[in-house]
Structures are given as C-alpha cells and as structure tokens.
C-alpha cells in the first residue's frame, strides 16, 4: 500500500472559486487597456486620486469586484495590485486599513493571483506596514463593546494585514522566503496573547505562524525560544470555538517544530483529543435551524459610479458609518462560530497525521497533492521461481506512547466520528444557504479519513479495534460511496480508508462469507463509471485484495474484470496499479483453471507490450512514480513465464 505523506495543516487554497487562472487570463488577453469607463478602470483613478474618501471608495469596490473572471483579468491588466499596494503605508489610517482588508479579499481567490500579487511586490508595503506594530507594549488594540466589541481601526488594520501575509505565504515560497528575512516572527510570537491583543489578532497570527513554520527550520530556531509561550495556550480554558481554535492552532505549530514535539507529545495528543470531542453535528444542527430565517443581505453593485454623496461627514463619523455597515448579523456570526470548530477539528486531525508519519514516509511521496503514493509494488516478485509477495506488516511503527495515547484518548473512534456524513437535512440546507460552512465540513471529514488511513498504514489490527471493527468500517464506508457520495475528494478519501482497511482484512476471508455476486458487481460498477485516476486505482486495488479472499466464481470474475479494464485503461499508473493487485491474487493459490478458461497467457503477453509502449511513451510524467510503475511491469513479464510454466502441465477437467 502507498504511504501516507505528512499533511499540510491549513486549507487547500487552489482556485477555491472556480476562476481561470491569472496566466491564462493575461494569455487571453481580459486585461482592460483596450476598454474604457470599464469599474477597475475607475478603482484605478480613484486609488490614485488625492481625495481620501474616493481612495476608500475604489478600495472598497476593489475588495467586492475580483468576483468574476473577467474581472480578475482586468485586475491583472490594469496595474491596479501594484497601485492598491502602494497604499498600505499611505499616511491616512482609513486608507491603509481599506487596503489591507481590500488586498486580502483579493488573495483569497486564487494561488495565481497570490502569486501575481507576489511579482507586483505587495511584500515591500505589507512587511513595512507590519513592523510598524511593535511588540513592546506601545500598542495594543481597543475593543468598542456597544459594536460587538469590534477592534479599533489601527488593530484591525494589523489583523487585515496579517491574513494578508498568511495568504500569501501559504501559496508562495518567495512570500515565505521575504518573510524569513524580515525579522517578524519574533513579534508575532508575541502577538499570540490573546488576553492583550484579543482572541481575532491571535487566532490570525497563529494561522500565519502555522503555514511558516511547516517544513521551516529558520522559523523553527525562532519557535524553539518561544517553547512556554507556545505551551501555555495549550492550557486555555475554552468558552468558544475560538479558543478552541487558537488552542488547536498552539497544539499545530508546535507539532510542526520538532524540538518542541519531541517534548509535548503528550499535551498536544491531548489537545487534539479534546477539540475532537465536541459534538460539529450539533452545532450544525443549530445553525441550520437559523440559516433559512437569516435574512439576506443585498448583492453589493460593483458598477462604479462618480456621483457618491458623503454629506459633508466628519472622517470620524464616515469611520463609524463603515463600521456599523460591516457588523455581522447573529447568523454570520453564527456561521463564523461553527467554521472554526470544523477548521480546528480539521486540524487535529492533520496534527495527528502528521505525528503518525515518520519523516522517511514523508520523503518517499511521489507527487505532493496525491495522498495515496505510488505503487504498492516496490520490489520485483520472482515468479520463475514461484516466490510470493507478503501481505502488509501488521505491526505498531508509531512510538509507544503515541500509540498508548491513541488507545486510552479513542482517537480512533473520535476521528471515525468525525467521518461520518450529517444528516440529509442538514447537508440539503448547507448547499442551498451556506457553501463556506459545506466546504469546511467536507475538509474536517476529508482530513479525519486520510489520518484513520494513516493509522491504518503504522498500527496494528488489534489496535485498530479488531479485524471485525475494521471490517465494520469497510462495509460502512462502502454504503456511503454507493449511495452517491457527491464530494470527489470525499470519495476519493473514502476509497483510500476502505483500501487501507481491507489491507488490514487479508487474514480474516471468514468475514466476507456473505459477500454476494451483487456486492462484488457493485464494486465492478463503481471502477466502470469512475473518471478520476486515484479512485479508480483505489477501486483496482481492493478488488485485488478481494480476490484473495473470496471463493473461485468471485475470484474468476474479477480477474476477467481486471483483465478487461487493463486492456481499456489508458492511465499508465492505474494500469500498474490493477496489474500489480491481480498477480497479488495469484501469491497463495495459482488458479489453473481460471489460467486457462480466460486464457490469461495471450491477454498477459499483451498488457505487457501495452504496459511497455505506455510507461516508454508518460516515462517523465509519471515522475516519481515511475520507479514503482516500471517495477510492476517487469513483474508482468516475470508473471507472463509464471503462466506458461503453470499451465505447461495443466490438463483442464473436460466434465461438465
């Protein structure tokens, strides 16, 4: 099976709205030079106007209009990040908080973007704006408490600032990199005590210090200094999913530092107990009770206008103004509230991922964005001589008092929970009123499956619960794929837990008895109808794993499948994938008459010439993969002498 890779704590960013990509936009020409009165147009002549109401007035149309792609085209076309940045360290407070607030709504769009943000320096002016919040003491934020104890202009500046730079590192190392070099990361630090800078300022410098310090060893000389400050919030008393998340948060940047790991295993495996404990299905109950009450605010007009009426208001009382029109409603900040805990549970997840894979696993993944790995294949079978691949170890290759800690927590159960899909009702409301909340749901039960597969892969049985609990898991998870899981990574998740499970099964056929000729068809229809390459793997590889634990007639019918789907199968990595899991069948009994009532000899010989043109043809796609793919095809060309020789003296039973 693939080892699992250590997994990055913080969301996966990458085109999160759907839009092209900024390089493809500027290839396609949607810049705006070639339009006139177009809105960016106009945002560009009021940012570089001297009126600082028309600046704030094209910043707030600028955070509201990278919507649409041909906006974000125009963005790209018109100069305006390069303008916008340079006003993060105008001399007027209200410019330079509606520029930071502008410019992290423009980073959340997509990578691209960040990336181009990145080539139009917005670090020079974001670093510099930074560092002018000292961390001595002379200051620290205000909080209004008759505005639901919103901040003060200057701080919320600084937090707009913050999730700005977070952003942006997260997509780029050149951000990281400007980051290292800055000197901040003392003052950040710094800025993690919530009880002077409120829980919003530290909850977003601790998001920011999680995605710098993940793979950073000069972030983790600096953290490593910080050891106390970083422990202390591990002992927060949590009143909200706030704390809650800033607690998670601590438990993750340290998890990320190995000196500081090696000595708080214990309280961060605790910690991420705790925040697994509380009930998300709950709390999404109760905000989908509120969410078809919630009225609904109007569309924000991105057309941009010259006719804007300020009534001769004093700066003091357009500040309030905005203010007051910023204010959450009750169910925004409900929807707030509810995200956090599904993004901390996120988390405790990965952080327990994370402690589970040894930094060797890690290195040997082929592809950063594919969690599955390569092959299973990684040393050649020697089919002349009839040596037979072994089942994966069934032993613990956590530390003890890692693996003791997933025992007495039931970190197992707890993040099995997690997995579970919510109810009909409350998924129906999540996609019509409330897709932020949706995706956040999907990601906490994406990150719970891919760290119960990893635990699969480094404990044993017996610590999994059993081979019946885990086989209780499988059929589980096979009901929710085969009753429409709609969320591809979902599914792509949920395939991998079940593979890894069945893993675990190879000594136990006694469960599968009841497996009927309908439950396996199930299976040949979901690899049939499947599109994407790492679920149709996941499904090749257990219907290998099936075959070695089912009776002749299923065993026959999944090898005429596998044959069949190999010769169609265009992939050159899934074709290794469902050819390796066939020899696997072959490894404790050698089926002769299934040999030759499929005549397996000629379809063999011919995957091999096909598994030869196509590993030559995608050999510098494949990568690092290649190795493992080029491993099983000289396997098959071991499996095809493995054939003859079986058969050479195989006299077939003619009796009807």
Not at 360 to 366: F, M, N, T
């Amino acid at each position: 099976m693939g080892k699992a890779k250590k997994l990055k704590t913080h969301r996966n960013k990458t085109n999160p709205t759907g839009l092209m990509d900024v390089n493809e936009l500027i290839e396609q020409g949607l810049g705006g030079s070639e339009k006139s009165g177009t809105p960016v147009e106009a945002i560009v002549e009021q940012l570089e106007s001297a009126v600082t109401e028309e600046k704030i007035c094209g910043l707030q149309s600028l955070a509201t209009i990278c919507q649409g792609e041909i906006n974000v085209g125009e963005l790209v076309g018109n100069n305006v990040i390069r303008i916008a940045s340079s006003l993060l360290v105008d001399p007027d407070k209200s410019v330079r908080h509606a520029t930071a607030g502008a410019l992290r709504n423009v980073s959340v769009v997509s990578v691209e973007l960040c990336e181009f943000m990145v080539d139009q320096d917005v670090l020079t002016p974001l670093l510099a704006l930074l560092t002018r919040y000292p961390s001595n003491g002379q200051w620290t934020p205000t909080f209004d408490k008759n505005m639901q104890n919103q901040m003060d202009e200057h701080s919320d500046t600084f937090l707009q600032a913050v999730n700005l730079l977070w952003n942006l590192c997260e997509s780029t190392s050149d951000a990281l990199n400007a980051f290292n070099q800055s000197q901040l990361l003392e003052n950040f630090v710094t800025f993690l005590n919530y009880n002077v800078y409120g829980l919003e300022i530290a909850i977003a410098v601790a998001q920011c210090l999680l995605v710098v310090s993940e793979d950073n060893a000069s972030s983790w000389r600096v953290l490593a200094n910080h050891g106390s400050e970083l422990t202390s919030l591990l002992a927060i008393d949590v009143v909200d999913n706030s704390s809650l998340m800033l607690r998670t948060l601590a438990a993750a940047i340290i998890g990320n530092v190995p000196v500081l790991l090696n000595s708080h295993t214990s309280q961060v495996l605790i910690c991420v107990s705790k925040t697994l404990e509380t009930n998300h299905r709950s709390a999404l109950g109760n905000l989908t009770s509120m969410l078809p009450l919630e009225p609904q605010k109007d569309v924000v007009d991105l057309e941009v206008t010259d006719d804007v009426v300020f009534d001769e208001e004093t700066e003091a009382q357009s500040h309030q103004r905005r203010r007051k029109a910023d204010l959450p409603s009750e169910g925004e900040l409900e929807v707030r509230n509810v995200g956090r805990l599904l993004q901390a549970q996120r988390i405790a997840a990965e952080i327990l991922t994370n402690i589970c894979s040894s930094e060797d696993d890690w290195q040997s993944e082929g592809n950063e964005n594919d969690d599955n790995g390569g092959s299973d294949a990684e040393s050649v079978y020697d089919y002349d001589t009839n040596t037979l691949n072994e089942s994966v170890e069934n032993t613990d290759k956590v530390p003890v008092e890692v693996l003791e800690a997933i025992k007495s927590l039931a970190l197992v159960e707890k993040l099995w929970q997690k997995a579970q899909p919510v109810a009909e009702n409350v998924y129906q409301i999540l996609v019509e009123s409330e897709q932020g909340t949706l995706k956040k749901l999907d990601g906490m039960r994406i990150s719970a499956m891919l760290c119960l597969h990893n635990l699969c892969n480094n404990i044993s049985t017996e610590d999994l619960g059993g081979p019946a609990a885990v086989y209780n898991v499988w059929i589980d998870l096979g009901q929710q794929v085969f009753q429409g899981e709609r969320n591809e990574k979902l599914l792509e998740a949920s395939t991998s837990l079940m593979r890894a499970a069945l893993e675990h099964l190879r000594k136990s056929p006694e469960l599968f008895q009841q497996m009927t000729e309908n439950d396996l068809q199930l299976m040949l229809n979901g690899v049939t109808g499947c599109e994407d390459v790492e679920i149709r793997a996941n499904w090749l590889r257990m219907l290998g794993i099936l075959g070695c634990l089912l009776p002749e007639s299923h065993v026959k019918a999944i090898i005429d499948f596998v044959l069949n789907t190999c010769a169609n199968e265009e992939d050159v990595w899934v074709l290794a994938e469902a050819l390796d899991s066939m020899m696997d069948i072959f490894a404790d009994n050698d089926w002769h008459s299934i040999m030759h009532e499929l005549g397996m000899i000629a379809k063999c010989k011919q995957l091999d010439r096909i598994m030869r043109e196509k590993l030559k043809r995608d050999k510098r796609q494949l990568g690092d993969r290649f190795p493992a793919v080029s491993t099983v095809r000289t396997n098959l060309s071991r499996f095809c002498k493995y054939l003859e020789t079986e058969l050479k003296n195989f006299k077939p039973n003619m009796e009807s």
